[in-house]
Nanobody
Framework: QVQLEESGGGLVQAGGSLRLSCAAS????????VDWFRQAPGKEREFVAG????????AYADSVKGRFTISRDNAKNTAYLQMTALKPEDTAVYYC???????????????WGQGTQVTVSS
């Protein structure tokens, strides 16, 4: 069993930066694909970025491409989401999800974190 805990959220002005962390405990994260999602009030959850087991492959939503960077440090059992040039529309609760089977198009990931709030003021 893997427990995921996100951190690093907060309030930032438009144009600012934040780095989110997704720390795993219980078991190693190194065998799992990791994705970041977000959900804004009144909206559906949406994919933000994903990274493969060894970090060799990454993917991004068009809305964050060029501004966000996903990475992982398997030695620290942690994945990251570096967010720059933040916009008010990036305001949401951000979640990390992990699954040893790879990305789950159905959203049925084996492990989810509790989320961290990101608020971008204009």
């Amino acid at each position: 069993q893997v427990q995921l805990e996100e951190s690093g959220g907060g309030l930032v002005q438009a144009g600012g930066s934040l780095r989110l962390s997704c720390a795993a405990s219980g078991r190693t994260l190194r065998n799992s694909h990791v994705d970041w999602f977000r959900q804004a009030p009144g909206k559906e959850r949406e994919f933000v970025a994903g990274i493969s087991f060894n970090g060799a492959n990454t993917a991004y939503a068009d809305s964050v491409k060029g501004r966000f960077t996903i990475s992982r440090d398997n030695a620290k059992n942690t994945a990251y989401l570096q967010m720059t040039a933040l916009k008010p529309e990036d305001t949401a609760v951000y979640y990390c999800a992990a699954d040893p089977r790879g990305p789950q198009l159905s959203g049925a990931y084996a492990y989810w974190g509790q989320g961290t709030q990101v608020t971008v003021s204009s």
